[in-house]
């Protein structure tokens, strides 16, 4: 692992003190930081971002013992999760103390919390704190808001340039997709974003496995738009057994995809980019941000993904791909449809849906 050097934590903590920016990394992904405490300096995040102002943002902290510093009301849930899951890629959604700025909160009147699991944010964190200042770094994933989120701080300068002093290099991130966020400010705990720690996992703690609600009325939280997470270049989602029949289409019209697959890449004898990422979930979420990256870049009219099993296990990362697909840049005109966009596509067509697709069919409504 890259570990930055004193003088790199100096400089980010004198840059975070001061109102700056500081990308740093988590295990999740990296992370555009400034002081929550600090109106201004949160502000810079939206603009470097281009992100709306009433998105919230989650505040990372040191340790536990700065919950209440923060938060307010906080139910014996929520000590419980952070006892198991902190450091690590679980926030809380709490009742907000009344100081904490609405900038950080989206006007709401609840804060999301987290203790990153990744030593450089843990000790830029801690020396943060130190510096007599009120310990929390509000920090989105450091990308251009709505775009795929980086898992090397390359992505960050490349996305951010000269937005962003100073990027704490802290090597490639372990988990690869962002954290799971649960919902402790209004009774029974509810899942509002899915992550690497699992509903099962969660509910080994409370007793109960709890519920993912999406309905209106919960809080808003970061990655909850219906599209999020998107390369430029448009992405469908394809069933397995069709794969090769979608690709062979493709071909045959002279349009070239990206490919991205978890089982053997089809052999369509075709001049298509195929990146194969490991078939199980974790393995697969560690490596999902940095290859839609590189297909992205590929030059191709089309990222195809082949659709993932089914299954709880899958649910964050086909939660990922189900925004990306949503917000993946262009109207893509498939082979048999001349130069119509999607939106002519009979949308019950399962070989162009965005969500996990059951059959295939070339023709328009």
Same mark, same amino acid.
């Given at each position: 692992?890259?570990?930055?050097?004193?003088?790199?934590?100096?400089?980010?903590?004198?840059?975070?003190?001061?109102?700056?920016?500081?990308?740093? *990394?988590?295990?999740?992904?990296?992370?555009?930081?400034?002081?929550?405490? =600090?109106?201004?300096?949160?502000?810079?995040?939206?603009?470097?971002?281009?992100?709306?102002?009433? &998105? *919230?943002?989650?505040?990372? @902290?040191?340790?536990?013992?700065?919950?209440?510093?923060?938060?307010?009301?906080?139910?014996?849930?929520?000590? /419980?999760?952070? /006892?198991?899951?902190?450091?690590?890629?679980?926030?809380?959604?709490?009742?907000?103390?009344?100081?904490?700025? %609405?900038?950080?909160? +989206?006007?709401?009147?609840?804060?999301?919390?987290? @203790?990153?699991?990744?030593?450089?944010?843990?000790?830029?964190?801690?020396?943060?704190? %130190?510096?007599?200042?009120? +310990?929390?770094?509000?920090?989105?994933?450091?990308?251009?808001?709505?775009?795929?989120?980086?898992?090397?701080?390359?992505?960050?300068?490349?996305?951010?340039?000269?937005?962003?002093?100073?990027?704490?290099?802290?090597?490639?991130?372990?988990?690869?997709?962002?954290?799971?966020?649960?919902?402790?400010?209004?009774?029974?705990?509810?899942?509002?974003?899915?992550?690497?720690?699992?509903?099962?996992?969660?509910?080994?703690?409370?007793?109960?496995?709890?519920?993912?609600?999406?309905?209106?009325?919960?809080?808003?939280?970061?990655?909850?738009?219906?599209? &999020?997470?998107?390369?430029?270049?448009?992405?469908?989602?394809?069933?397995?057994?069709?794969?090769?029949?979608?690709? =062979? %289409?493709?071909?045959?019209?002279?349009?070239?995809?990206?490919?991205?697959?978890?089982?053997?890449? *089809?052999?369509?004898?075709?001049?298509?980019?195929?990146?194969?990422? *490991?078939?199980?979930?974790?393995?697969?979420?560690?490596?999902?941000?940095?290859?839609?990256?590189?297909?992205?870049?590929?030059?191709?009219?089309?990222?195809?993904?082949?659709?993932?099993?089914?299954?709880?296990?899958?649910?964050?990362?086909?939660?990922?791909?189900?925004?990306?697909?949503?917000?993946?840049?262009?109207?893509?005109?498939?082979?048999?449809?001349?130069?119509?966009?999607?939106?002519?596509?009979?949308?019950?067509?399962?070989?162009?849906? =965005?969500?996990?697709? %059951?059959?295939?069919?070339?023709?328009?409504?």
């Amino acid at each position: 692992m890259t570990t930055p050097s004193d003088s790199d934590y100096a400089r980010a903590v004198e840059l975070l003190a001061a109102g700056e920016l500081v990308a740093f *990394p988590t295990e999740t992904v990296y992370g555009l930081g400034a002081d929550a405490a =600090n109106p201004s300096a949160v502000a810079k995040i939206f603009a470097a971002k281009g992100r709306p102002a009433d &998105h *919230p943002l989650i505040v990372h @902290v040191a340790g536990h013992d700065w919950i209440e510093r923060w938060a307010e009301d906080v139910p014996d849930a929520a000590w /419980e999760l952070a /006892e198991a899951f902190w450091p690590g890629p679980l926030t809380l959604i709490l009742k907000k103390q009344a100081w904490v700025p %609405a900038a950080v909160t +989206g006007g709401q009147d609840t804060v999301g919390l987290r @203790v990153p699991g990744h030593p450089v944010a843990l000790e830029l964190l801690r020396r943060f704190a %130190a510096a007599g200042t009120r +310990g929390g770094v509000a920090a989105p994933s450091a990308n251009r808001f709505g775009r795929i989120s980086p898992t090397l701080a390359a992505h960050v300068r490349d996305e951010l340039g000269e937005r962003v002093p100073l990027v704490l290099d802290g090597g490639p991130c372990q988990v690869g997709i962002e954290s799971t966020i649960i919902d402790c400010s209004r009774g029974e705990p509810v899942i509002l974003r899915p992550g690497h720690v699992t509903p099962e996992a969660l509910g080994e703690v409370l007793g109960t496995v709890p519920a993912i609600e999406t309905a209106a009325g919960a809080p808003r939280v970061s990655g909850s738009l219906e599209a &999020h997470y998107a390369p430029r270049t448009p992405l469908k989602l394809v069933a397995a057994d069709r794969l090769l029949d979608f690709l =062979n %289409a493709l071909r045959h019209s002279g349009r070239r995809a990206a490919v991205l697959c978890h089982s053997q890449p *089809p052999q369509a004898g075709m001049p298509h980019v195929f990146r194969l990422l *490991p078939a199980d979930p974790a393995g697969y979420a560690h490596g999902l941000y940095g290859a839609l990256r590189e297909l992205d870049q590929a030059g191709a009219d089309l990222i195809a993904v082949e659709a993932l099993p089914a299954g709880p296990a899958w649910a964050a990362v086909a939660d990922r791909l189900r925004r990306a697909a949503a917000g993946a840049g262009g109207a893509f005109a498939p082979p048999g449809c001349g130069t119509r966009p999607l939106r002519g596509l009979r949308q019950s067509s399962p070989g162009y849906s =965005n969500a996990p697709p %059951a059959g295939y069919r070339l023709d328009a409504g």
